[in-house]
């Protein structure tokens, strides 16, 4: 059950920072080529990529891969109509709730 803890909180940890990552990338799009959002963004993605190397190094890549990733669309859909005030449709909460359910499907799977 510890283990469950520590894997789930270091996919929290890859998704947030890949998240956060693609945030700083969208404020620094548009922009001289050296602003601090994209300098933000890049090191973000950098901190990210290690911990999911951390998180490859525990689970299986069947499992890791699609959860990091579909994780990581959900919430950065989020920020972006939070933080960004994009926009998001109705199918397109429809869809982040379908991937919600193949995301739980996979990672229930493994146990």
């Known amino acids: 059950m510890n283990n ?38 890049i090191c973000t993605y950098g901190l990210s990529t290690i911990f999911y190397i951390v998180v490859l190094g525990k ?24 933080f960004l005030r994009e926009k998001i449709l109705v199918l397109q909460w429809l869809g982040a709730g379908l991937m919600l359910s193949g995301i739980g499907a996979i990672a229930l799977g493994k146990q």
């Open 59 to 82: 689970l299986n890549l069947s499992v890791a891969y699609p959860v990091v990733i579909g994780l990581t669309i959900i919430f950065t859909m989020i920020t972006g109509a939070v």
């Open 4 to 41: 469950q803890i520590i894997f789930s909180l270091l996919i929290l940890i890859t998704v947030g920072l890949n998240t956060l990552a693609q945030n700083l990338l969208k404020l620094g799009a548009g922009q001289n080529p050296l602003n601090i959002y994209l300098l933000g963004g």
